[in-house]
């Protein structure tokens, strides 16, 4: 991890990965960006990325409503998977509107999960067009 780097105020952690990433950690209030992912940026397209993953921050309660319906979403996927495999070594086991319930909890939750990240990607990319000289995007 390389520190030290600041842009608008806000700390930038730089991580040696074999992949292209970058998040920005809410609760400490820090971007991260992978280091083959820096590299083939320019300084106005870094600020455009930073601004975006900062944009993400402004709303706090879909970020936080987005992780519980994606721990939802695990849940309701882990008791399915349950379901089936008590139902394979259990033969007398009555699963079909077991399993229609948990779908339905697979389902909605992953809906509301894409139409709310819809929403935070739109606002993200307002907020940077908002702090970036929108020509450069």
Known sequence: VVDGLEINGTRVYIHDADFMNVWYDLKKKTFHITKSFYEILDNSELKAVVMHEIGHSRNRAIAYFTNFMYALWLCGLASAFTIL?????IKNIKV???????????????????IISWISEHEADMESIRKVDVARL
């Open 96 to 114: 079909e509107f077991s399993l229609l319930v948990w779908l339905l909890f697979i389902s909605m939750p992953s809906l509301v999960s894409i």
């Open 85 to 89: 495999v008590l139902a394979f070594f």
